[in-house]
């Protein structure tokens, strides 16, 4: 086994673009990070570890900010071994790793350092629209709704990622949402604003729903599942696929998207080193 590193992110899509394409949904953060994150590529090792016939065993993406991103090809044991000893050896900054529950697993046994969980999420994916019975409207959100949509992004965060953001930080990510266009608010038919999400480009034939949030006392009445089946109608003319990372342990919500039509491809595990 050995491992060999791509000395840019250009370098690496021109390497791995068939692998990229072949498993486009489920290597979508890979995508993402390679293209947007250009500015940062200095602060990236990226690259593959290959097998004595020179066969792609483990694709890996030191990503912003320092996730590890694991792609295993064969469920490599040895593979996993010698990127490890790479990143241990040479003092290689992570701040933890992602990816399916069988690569995190492999990094984890091997490791020296110490994990825990942070997030169980899995990779779900819609390529066929199906009307569902709707009600209210979805509203490209303005500059008056920042501070609505702020409070609800901080709330998200606590709830759906346990973590905490402050309401300075949760507005410049709304502003941000609001620049990049794909987002919205839903209405209800009393014109109450009791929802929002928002859509990313992370692979070239699909769009991603995130920060899908319900405000407290609009919750059980069949909002978020109408605001997503809005999206979906809208984006699936669009691209090819539409996918969202969902938590394991909220049933709920995973039936907003069950009921949508969405599928299951994949699971997606985040450990965090432990200090």
Request: a negative charge; glycine letters at 4%; charged letters at 25%.
């Amino acid at each position: 086994m050995y491992l060999k590193l791509a000395k840019s992110n250009q370098e690496f899509r021109d390497t791995y673009q068939y692998l990229i394409d072949k498993y486009e949904l489920e290597l979508q953060l890979f995508y993402i990070n390679i293209i947007h994150d250009v500015e940062l590529q200095n602060y990236h090792i990226r690259g593959g570890v290959y097998d004595e016939n020179d066969n792609l065993a483990l694709l890996f993406l030191n990503a912003n900010p320092h996730r590890l991103l694991l792609f295993g090809l064969n469920n490599s044991i040895e593979a996993t071994k010698v990127l490890v000893e790479y990143i241990e050896n040479n003092n290689i900054a992570i701040t933890g790793i992602l990816g399916n529950k069988a690569d995190t697993d492999l990094y984890i046994q091997v490791s020296k350092k110490a994990f825990k969980l942070d997030l169980a999420m899995d990779i779900m994916a819609i390529d066929e629209f199906q009307v569902l019975p709707r009600k209210g409207r979805l509203v490209v959100p303005t500059a008056d709704d920042i501070d609505f949509i702020a409070q609800g992004i901080c709330n998200f965060t606590k709830e759906a990622l346990h973590d905490s953001i402050t309401f300075y930080e949760a507005r410049e990510k709304v502003q941000l949402y609001l620049s990049r266009g794909y987002f919205y608010l839903y209405e209800n038919e009393e014109g109450k604003k009791t929802s929002f999400a928002g859509l990313t480009k992370r692979s070239p034939n699909s769009l991603t729903i995130s920060a899908v949030y319900t405000f407290d006392e609009y919750r059980g009445k069949g909002y978020a599942k109408s605001m997503i089946n809005f999206i979906c109608e809208w984006a699936l003319q669009q691209v090819k696929h539409v996918a969202l990372f969902v938590d394991k342990k909220n049933p709920i919500s995973n039936k907003v998207y069950l009921d949508n039509g969405f599928k299951y491809i994949r699971d997606n595990y985040s450990y965090i080193i432990c200090d």
